[in-house]
């Protein structure tokens, strides 16, 4: 699902973005704002599915309760700890980003690399709809690099245990920037964090005041410890773009970044990589912080190019087209991804992520 409306997919041509100047303006818009970066040192003290869905979609099933409130491991605290510095760093710079080394150096500096990556030429396969996984779909691809996507919550252990068996690279969706109330931990977030509505999930999800990160880091922080006692690989961090939308708070593109940014060292904390999901607007910045990206419609919204930052980097972009309603063939935009050294794969459509179909543009 595209995280928000310039990253379309669950939402419609109708959502609206916000502007540099605070205007609202067209969906897709190509204009972003590209500063980022304050220079501080930690050092110094200072660092889906439209209402129309299936009844198993994971959007809508009733998940339940994880219990009464979580402990916090001194892993984590050190985590939440490097959260907090990040957000007390803010401030604009220009749109070369030479900030980003800071958030980059803050990642790898606070522990040692143990997360695997995820490079070009990984065939992929993404199934998020709440039913049980097709843990055959990439049995038949000739290729030793193979990653699957599956709902964190929604997926038990045994299932990640047999697909790791096989060789195959879990990743892990979760959200970040909303709250699902179908989900097992809806009830720990307080109202002062939540936002608007989602646009076309208005009856069960709201954005989130990612700047509040004393209150939204432990409860991610419990998510990540989740995903990695189940085994996931890596995590796909779902609208982790929401400065860009009509989130009822004034959020900005460094609030966007400090918080990625945090979430990533959290994640490499724990042995996982992290992509970016969506977000074209930060891509060029994330690619420095981010292990790979998973992009939805590049092709459709003439957003691809926006993504060659990892590529140089020698980081996997995982994009996605639609059947359905966008009538795309692997004809229409799998030359354009083997150029970009893009895994392009084609489903049926944004709200039915099911097993199958499935068709990829290359190594099948």
Request: glycine residues 8%; proline residues 6%.
């Amino acid at each position: 699902m595209r995280a928000d409306p310039q990253d379309r997919g669950r939402r419609d041509d109708k959502i609206r973005q916000i502007g540099t100047d605070g205007r609202s303006v067209p969906a897709y818009h190509p204009h972003v704002p590209r500063a980022f970066a304050h220079h501080c040192s930690i050092g110094r003290g200072i660092a889906r599915i439209p209402p129309h869905v299936s009844p198993s979609h994971p959007r809508i099933l009733t998940s339940r309760p994880t219990g009464k409130g979580f402990a916090m491991s001194a892993r984590s605290f050190a985590s939440f700890v490097l959260m907090l510095l990040l957000a007390a760093c803010g401030g604009d710079s220009d749109s070369s980003a030479p900030g980003i080394a800071f958030a980059a150096t803050s990642v790898r500096a606070s522990q040692t690399t143990t997360w695997k990556p995820l490079v070009p030429g990984t065939s992929w396969q993404w199934q998020i709809d709440g039913n049980r996984i097709n843990e055959t779909v990439l049995d038949g691809v000739n290729n030793p690099r193979k990653m699957f996507d599956v709902d964190m919550e929604l997926t038990d252990a045994g299932t990640i245990r047999r697909l790791k068996a096989k060789g195959i690279y879990v990743v892990c969706y979760m959200e970040v920037g909303g709250r699902e109330d179908t989900r097992g931990d809806a009830g720990k977030f307080p109202d002062s964090v939540l936002g608007n509505p989602v646009e076309g999930y208005e009856d069960h999800e709201r954005w989130l005041d990612i700047r509040q990160t004393t209150i939204l880091m432990p409860l991610m922080l419990a998510r990540l410890d989740q995903a990695k006692k189940k085994g996931c690989d890596g995590i796909e961090p779902d609208l982790d773009d929401s400065y860009r939308q009509e989130t009822g708070f004034p959020l900005t593109r460094d609030d966007q970044l400090r918080y990625n940014t945090a979430l990533i060292a959290a994640a490499h904390d724990r042995g996982m990589s992290m992509g970016l999901k969506n977000g074209s607007g930060i891509a060029a910045a994330m690619a420095k912080v981010a292990d790979w990206a998973l992009n939805e419609q590049c092709n459709r919204f003439h957003e691809c190019g926006d993504y060659a930052s990892f590529v140089a980097l020698n980081k996997a972009v995982f994009n996605v087209e639609y059947t359905r309603p966008d009538g795309m063939t692997l004809a229409d935009f799998c030359p354009a991804d083997n150029q970009a050294n893009f895994d392009g794969i084609l489903k049926l459509s944004s709200d039915t992520l099911a097993a199958l179909p499935r068709a990829a543009c290359r190594f099948e």
